[in-house]
T-cell receptor, first 115, second 113 residues
Framework: AQTVTQSQPEMSVQEAETVTLSCTYD???????LFWYKQPPSRQMILVIR??????QNATENRFSVNFQKAAKSFSLKISDSQLGDAAMYFC????????????FGQGTRLTINP | EAQVTQNPRYLITVTGKKLTVTCSQN?????MSWYRQDPGLGLRQIYY???????DKGDVPEGYKVSRKEKRNFPLILESPSPNQTSLYFC????????????FGPGTRLTVT
């Protein structure tokens, strides 16, 4: 079974600075997807960024980028120019490219932005 | 507007009183799923459905039931709730395929006393 681990329960960063959230995963599959979701106080699950395992290029979405290290099974999220609205719980998630669409989530990292 | 809706959004109930949390999507998705979110554990899948009348257990199915009689609806049933089912519940749906996004409902905060 696949597992996802986020070892940082809480992180904080100064506004306008850069922060990196860590995620590692375990799988025997070679074809899969990785995601970062943001959960603000409203509790809504918002997709931030996605990475396809067979693509070597790291995904980017505006101020959000990932460092995908397939061999190391590592998938970190970098947030540049942090803004107060980035404060949220962030979840890393894995989905196999085969079969059902089940998402396997990490434990979450609570990010605080200091003004 | 494409969306997944859940009702109720908040519910406080007592041990043993049967309840149903509804989930509905308007995107004609085949796949629907329920997750529960607990502190320090992230989200874990309870049940999922790949189409009408096709449901299967996820990772934490004990104490829950589901049904899929219509494509758009996927209710979660707690026939005899217990305090350990106090949690935040999410319904999600998507099409099948490689490059598809799962859409999440707004969440239901359930407290069982």
């Amino acid at each position: 079974a696949q597992t996802v681990t986020q070892s940082q329960p809480e992180m904080s960063v100064q506004e306008a600075e850069t922060v990196t959230l860590s995620c590692t995963y375990d799988t025997s599959e070679s074809d899969y997807y990785l995601f970062w979701y943001k959960q603000p106080p409203s509790r809504q699950m918002i997709l931030v960024i996605r990475q396809e395992a067979y693509k070597q290029q790291n995904a980017t979405e505006n101020r959000f980028s990932v460092n995908f290290q397939k061999a190391a099974k590592s998938f970190s999220l970098k947030i540049s120019d942090s803004q107060l609205g980035d404060a949220a719980m962030y979840f890393c998630a894995y989905r196999s490219a085969q079969g059902a669409q089940k998402l396997v989530f990490g434990q979450g990292t609570r990010l605080t932005i200091n003004p | 507007e494409a969306q997944v809706t859940q009702n109720p959004r908040y519910l406080i109930t007592v041990t043993g009183k049967k309840l149903t949390v509804t989930c509905s999507q308007n995107m004609n998705h085949e796949y629907m799923s329920w997750y529960r979110q607990d502190p320090g554990l992230g989200l874990r899948q309870i049940y999922y459905s790949m189409n009408v009348e096709v449901t299967d257990k996820g990772d934490v199915p004990e104490g829950y039931k589901v049904s899929r009689k219509e494509k758009r609806n996927f209710p979660l049933i707690l026939e005899s709730p217990s305090p350990n089912q106090t949690s935040l519940y999410f319904c999600a749906s998507s099409f099948f395929g490689r490059d598809v996004e799962q859409y999440f409902g707004p969440g239901t905060r359930l407290t069982v006393t």
